[in-house]
């Protein structure tokens, strides 16, 4: 749809997703002895073997280079590897990469490769592949019939934009020369290494580059801890343990990855045990939680929810409107939204950093529920509830009012907005809802285009004073697009926010490569973001997979992989003899 177009940055997938409470019927708790069966697991520790059904999307996309949707994103994750990966607290990791180093105070960074890892078709992972790879991507980069095919890891890193050089120093050496030192050189290279033998052909290097970006017949070749053996277009994709995987060998020997239009139907799937592992839809997942063979694994998205202030000019400028900010962010029951809305699932936080990143500040949770201290900063500020009916007044006379918008089509960002709206009233602020407050049925994509237009008019002419929105954030840790003030105009600061010193920040911590710098300037920018408050922080939305719990280890989903430390989730044995049984009857019949 247009609208979700409209709003796009390089680091920061930023778009309003429409996190829609309508959802699929609760068909689950109407399916009685499902196939997910429902006796108890018999745990004896880790086993070899057994097999994993995963969701995968329609169109199957193996090409780890191109954009495709999330489960085809962490299906290829299981094949593929980068010199580096994202942890659980969004911290660069070694991958394929052994070691590193920098020179020339970060313009410089040369690389060591791990030195014990095959490709899948058993030649050996050389310097000249990862070369290969960059060459191949920059080349998709500079190719405008490309780039909108490339995957949104590669077209997020601003690393290959100043990347200037690559030299293999020998099979397991290289160095990337850089025409800037960047603080997030590091986060920009986990992208998926490709193998240069399978895609040169002859000498038209340019050709090969082509091989390498192609979607149709893509022969998925990688370094991964699984390896693919059968592919049936349209229905599934057949992956197998990697015998000679230079980390620690899966315990599952087997994961097919079945064709599945969309992610209401992989849920329906996996309530028809027909596959065991899927995202769940929405915030409502507790219907699973009585169930003894689904466990669920919650951990907190990329989706961040927020409260925009107008500072362009009005009501929230100097310091009397800092004053009025900080009273807000105090009035905002978080904690009762969380609850009502979202069901608990989203995790608080006053800072729009991930609540799990290494950069989190001791001090990201400042503003809680406290309306009688909101009362008590607009007092001090100079408002009084002259005539006592409960709203505050200027000196005069003229009411504490602010205009809130938001895209009421979606359902919780609608209910969340009226609950503030409540919060406000109880600090004597009288909420102007400049949205339908009500729920809204036939909802067609055009009225939704319209109303979301609509919204975006607001913003672009003014007519607001607080709007509740989201963004998607990126792994890659900058916060630029939305507080430097060179995104004022044209850029995503559309709340207007201009600081000196959060500019001088911002420039600091892109510059720097050294860790422990990063650290520091981040939380002098978090100390400055909730000190200046130039958006309320509201909740990292959560998000969860479901599991057949015949699968058992150390299951840890987080946004970037949701099959984080396969090579440790197993199936008991006995299990996986109950499995083979079902399947023997299944042929059978």
Known sequence: MKFKGQLCLLLVVFQ????????????????????????????NGPE??????????YGIMLNPLLRTDKFMYNFNKLIFEGLFDIDKNLKVKNALAESYSFESDGMILNIKLKENVKWHDGEDFTAEDVKFTID????????????????????????????????VINKYDLT???????????????????????????????????????????????????????????????????????????????????ALKDEELAVTSFEAGQIDVTASLGVDWEKYAQNKKVEIYEYASNKYEFLGFNLRDGIFTGEKGKALKKAIAYAIDR???????????????????HPESWLISDDANSYGYNVSKARQIIVSAGWNDVDGDG?????????????????????LRRETANIIAENLTDAGIKVVKEYNENKQGNLTEEIKEEQWENVMQKISTGAYDITLLGWELSYIPN????????????????????????????????????????????????DLIIDDLPYVSLYFVN???????????EIAPNEFNMYDNITKWYIPKSLQQEDALKQEESSLN
Not at 480 to 485: N, P
Request: proline share 3%; with cysteine.
């Open 16 to 43: 309003i997703i429409i996190l829609s409470g309508c959802g699929l019927e609760d068909t689950f708790d109407n399916i009685i002895d499902s196939e997910i069966g429902t006796e108890e697991n018999i745990d």
């Open 48 to 57: 070899y073997g057994g097999e994993l059904a995963v969701p995968i999307s």
């Open 136 to 167: 191949t991507i920059k080349y998709g980069l500079s190719n405008s019939s490309l780039t909108d095919s490339l995957s949104d890891i590669i077209k997020a890193s601003e690393s290959l934009k100043y990347l200037k050089d690559v030299r």
């Open 176 to 258: 990337l020369t850089f025409d800037r030192a960047y603080g997030d050189v590091l986060e920009g290279l986990v992208f998926p290494i490709v193998p240069k033998h399978a895609f040169l052909k002859g000498k038209d290097i340019k050709a090969s580059y082509g091989n390498a970006l192609a979607k149709d017949n893509y022969k998925p070749i990688g370094t991964g801890p699984y390896k693919e053996i059968e592919i049936n277009k349209f229905q599934n994709v057949i992956l197998e343990s990697y015998k000679d995987y230079w980390g620690e060998q899966p315990y599952i020997s087997k994961i097919i990855g079945k």
């Open 335 to 353: 904690q009762s939204i969380v609850q009502k809305v979202y069901m608990g699932h989203a995790t608080r936080n006053d800072v729009p950093i």
């Open 391 to 411: 709203f505050f007044e200027d000196a005069d006379g003229n009411k504490l009012t602010i205009r809130l918008i938001t895209n009421s089509f979606n359902d």
């Open 479 to 526: 916060l630029s697009f939305a507080f430097h003030s060179s995104q004022i105009n044209g850029g995503l600061n559309f709340i207007g926010y201009n600081n000196e010193k959060m500019d001088e920040l911002l420039l600091q911590a892109q510059s720097t490569y050294r860790i422990e710098d990063k650290k520091k300037i981040y939380e002098q920018i978090q």
């Open 543 to 553: 998000s969860s997979i479901l599991v057949n719990s015949k699968v058992h280890g």
